[in-house]
């Protein structure tokens, strides 16, 4: 069976699996080095996650084994040794393993309060392990270290180590104690206490860290790195610039919903992702893509993302890398925004623009879907991994805050493979008002008895906008995600 490769598009340079690899070994300051695992198309892979899909297989690692590359290095009888050990630890530990979770067709009451037509389908992780679906992207990342141990005659475990604001570190602690880790979380000093407890009592070190300004990007994910380069620790963390290989386990999620809408006779025109540090977001688009390349779908959905109005380093970078094309192309396109001018000013004016100039938007994305790969286009995206401080940098506006707190990154980590799906589909990034996210929650817990939490439902906000806007049709099938329960007390 052939390994999967790792590409980097800085170095320009492809790197095995096996060694064990998260990040580019070569990685340079200011410039764009996040590794991107690739599949060998001519594989009969697609085939055989149709087979195991068509017989029944629904849990989750062993359905989409040939997609992983855990089971690649240790080949399916070694694979599935490891997979029933691990998944009979989380049963004992966390009463359930991971298995499909379900994919709901939205009712006509929650069509008609958001002012829709067509379908609208939401594939429900409120139920998974730790009660999000950051699990299924360090359920891949634990597989491919033990497979790793396997391989070089099982040594000592390494201690891993993740930074989070809840759901991740949860999920992360649930995962590793299954796999028998030492894991430490950095979280904010202000955590949730009950979160705090949850971590403590899954063998988790908490590391409780404070914010003192912003511009100098998340606090917990500079002791994050601290601790990985003069400990060394190894990245646990749902973001592939450090850690590729959780984006395989994400990817279930938008393969799952693939299956499942051809089972049900569906198709997507479009979906609508919240995104904080993105991986959720590559991770479905890389299935996507996958699926198209392996013969399983005949087509991508346009893949539109949002982030709040309190916080939106993608969907700044997005306008950035649009400006670029633009001017490019001698294209129209009014906004103005400088690197080097005060930020307060410059995020407002950008809100501005996005809501009230949707019309050189969508023109623009469009343009960059008809022509990707034209040369005056292809020469700008080849262009931003070597000069990423033109377009993604730290959050330096004020203190970030939101209801959906959960996707408040200061950086978008894994923008630049995120940016590229977007472009290519010709979806488009949303700047989410505050009372969109509120009401999109107090909609979500009326209509589809689903207890997901803000920040889960944040995509439905992002529908509610585009459609506003005229970005999606009214009539068309658009998919969601809903990727977190709601700890809070019961409505």
């Known amino acids: 069976m052939t390994l999967p490769l790792l590409k980097c598009p800085a170095c320009r340079r492809e790197y095995p699996v096996r060694p064990g690899l998260f990040s580019c070994p070569d990685a340079r300051a200011g410039e764009e080095h996040t590794l991107e695992r690739e599949l060998n198309a001519a594989q009969d892979a697609g085939a055989k996650v149709r087979a195991a899909w068509s017989g029944g297989a629904r849990r989750t690692f062993a359905a989409f084994a040939d997609l992983l590359s855990a089971a690649r290095l240790l080949g399916p009888d070694r694979y599935a040794q490891l997979l029933g050990r691990l998944t009979g630890s989380l049963e004992r530990l966390e009463g359930r393993g991971f298995e499909a979770t379900p994919l709901l067709a939205a009712g006509a009451a929650l069509a008609r309060a958001i002012g829709r037509s067509g379908p609208l389908w939401i594939k429900d992780e409120t139920g998974n392990i730790a009660g999000s679906h950051k699990g299924r992207h360090l359920m891949a990342t634990l597989l491919y270290l033990e497979a790793l141990r396997i391989l070089d005659g099982e040594g000592d475990r390494s201690v891993l180590a993740i930074y989070s604001c809840g759901n991740a570190a949860l999920a992360a602690s649930a995962v590793a104690r299954a796999g028998g880790y030492e ?24 590391e409780k860290i404070a914010r003192a300004e912003t511009g100098g990007g998340d606090p917990c994910y500079r002791a994050f790195q601290e601790a ?21 386990g994400g990817a279930t999620l938008g393969w799952e919903l693939l299956l499942q809408l051809a089972d049900r006779g569906g198709q997507l025109d479009c979906v609508v992702l919240q995104v904080g540090g993105g991986a959720l977001a590559r991770a479905v688009s890389q299935s996507f893509h996958e699926a198209l390349a392996l013969g399983v779908s005949e087509r991508i959905p346009r893949i539109h993302v949002c982030q709040p109005e309190g916080g939106f380093p993608f969907v700044r970078a997005y306008y950035r890398v649009m400006q670029a094309v633009a001017r490019r192309c001698g294209l129209a396109f009014d906004l103005r925004y400088e690197r080097e001018a ?16 949707g019309d050189q938007v969508r023109e623009l994305a469009g343009f960059i879907r008809r022509n990707f790969d034209a040369p005056e286009v292809r020469s700008v995206l080849s262009d931003i991994p070597f000069h990423v401080g033109r377009y993604m940098w730290p959050w330096d506006g004020p203190a970030p805050h939101s209801l959906a707190h959960g996707i408040l990154d200061d950086v978008t980590y894994d923008w630049y493979p995120l940016l590229r799906a977007v472009l290519r589909s010709g979806g488009q990034a949303e700047v989410l008002r505050e009372e969109a996210i509120r009401s999109a929650y107090d909609l979500a817990h009326r209509h589809t008895g689903i207890r997901v939490c803000p920040t889960g439902a944040a995509g439905l906000a992002g529908l509610i906008q585009l459609t506003e806007a005229g970005v999606v049709e009214k009539s068309e099938s658009a998919g969601l995600f809903f990727t977190g329960f709601d700890r809070s007390p019961a409505r």
């Open 342 to 357: 005060p930020a307060a000013a410059q995020l407002e004016a950008l809100k501005a623009f996005a809501w009230s100039r």
């Open 228 to 248: 990985l380069v003069h400990r060394g620790w190894l990245p646990f963390a749902c973001a592939g610039n450090d850690n590729w290989s959780n984006i395989e």
């Open 183 to 206: 894991l430490h979380a950095f979280v904010p000093a202000e955590v949730d206490p009950v979160v705090a407890q949850m971590l403590a009592e899954r063998g988790a070190f908490v």
